[in-house]
């Protein structure tokens, strides 16, 4: 695959990514055909390896959705800021440490977001602990699950240049 064909991969993918924050864009959907996409054309082992476990993992979140509580912000009381906040925060989190900073990065997100609007660290932390009881959970699940798949694809990628 060439090397603006691997740029543009990865664009769909950080676009699924941002989808995942947006509700009715199906992020996941995106970033899995992204990684079809890069692994019908590539078609080697580790390609496949990693379309499998993408598929896998992505339909396992699917399954769990249900367990999870629902995604609608509006109920949290915070603004679209603080989703957007946590969401850049958990995606750049995700790739400065490795794995834990996504989680990291999206809760600290939220937190750093509700301070700033609410002013006092008693007001943030008790808007922080209520928008991740009602929406932040599902939505922290599906971004990492994303962030999981992409993380393999740019694995596989810089193992196999």
Known sequence: MDVWQLVLVGL???????????????????VWASVLWWSLSETSRVAWAVLIGATALLLLNQALR?????????????????????????????????VLGGILGFVGGVYCAERSRLGSHRAGWASTRMFMRTAGYSL??????????????????????
């Open 12 to 30: 769909v993918m950080l676009l699924g990514l941002f989808g995942v924050l947006v509700p009715g864009v199906p992020g996941q959907a995106i």
């Open 66 to 98: 249900p367990l999870l509580p629902s995604r609608r912000t509006s109920r949290t009381g915070a603004p679209r800021q603080t989703l957007l906040t946590a969401g850049v925060s958990g995606i750049a989190g995700f790739f400065v440490v490795p």
């Open 140 to 161: 922290l699940v599906e971004l990492f699950a994303c962030l999981l798949v992409v993380g393999a694809w740019l694995g596989a990628v810089i193992s196999t240049r």
